[in-house]
């Protein structure tokens, strides 16, 4: 069955500081990969997707940056946070050449002091 | 333009009561449409999808939505609400003409009282 992973749950860190937050699916192969932002009290804001190894494509431009190092492995990087980081940051993946149905980790929660 | 709305940021119930969430989405093309349930802290989880079968779709945990085209609305029902049931609701169209993204709605507050 397929499981998706997403370290760590919760992070408390300066404004500054750097950021690195890690995501890896299990059971399936060439998944599309998504960070997802949720701040609070409003809806979800996709960030970076990515169709396979290496290939990012950014939906909004700001400080993060997303990696695809390996087929089943996305990392959500900042070298320095800002306040408005902070939020819920959701991975999600799907099969197949159209987005199709997401399927979620459990989230990060992100507070930059 | 916004191309999801979801027209109540939150909805109180009694439970045993009705649940309407309401939804209304724009497009010049036939969409799929998803509700997706985060309960607090987690991710979110698919209650259902409609693409282009059924107009009535049934869903996980007694849920249902049906698909209006002439109303251009996908609002989401159960007849009886749990307290189970409080939690977040994301309506989420995939709109063709953008590359086949999902476009999530803004969100919807489920609380239900004892």
């Known amino acids: 069955s397929q499981t998706i992973h997403q370290w760590p749950a919760t992070l408390v860190q300066p404004v500054g500081s750097p950021l690195s937050l890690e995501c890896t699916v299990e059971g399936t192969s060439n998944p599309n990969l998504y960070w997802y932002r949720q701040a609070a009290g409003r809806g979800l804001q996709l960030l970076f997707y990515?169709?396979?190894?290496?290939?990012i494509s950014s939906e909004v431009p700001q400080n993060l940056s997303a990696s695809r190092p390996q087929d089943r492995q996305f990392i959500l990087s900042s070298k320095k946070l800002l306040l408005s980081d902070s939020g819920f940051y959701l991975c999600a993946w799907s099969v197949g050449a159209g987005a199709n149905v997401l399927t979620f980790g459990a989230g990060s929660r992100l507070t930059v002091l | 333009a916004q191309s999801v709305t979801q027209l109540d940021s939150h909805v109180s119930v009694s439970e045993g009561t009705p649940v309407l969430l309401r939804c209304n989405y724009s497009?010049?093309?036939?969409?799929?449409l998803f509700w997706y349930v985060q309960h607090p802290n987690k991710g979110l989880q698919l209650l259902l999808k409609y693409t282009s079968a059924a107009t009535l779709v049934k869903g996980i945990n007694g849920f249902e939505a049906e698909f209006k085209k002439s109303e251009t609305s996908f609002h989401l029902t159960k007849p009886s609400a749990h307290m189970s049931d409080a939690a977040e609701y994301f309506c989420?169209?995939?709109?063709?003409?953008?590359?086949?993204?999902?476009?999530f709605g803004g969100g919807t507050r489920l609380m239900v009282k004892p």
């Open positions: 497009s010049s093309y036939s969409p799929s």
């Open positions: 990515s169709v396979g190894i290496g290939q």
């Open positions: 989420v169209v995939i709109l063709y003409n953008t590359g086949n993204m999902l476009t």
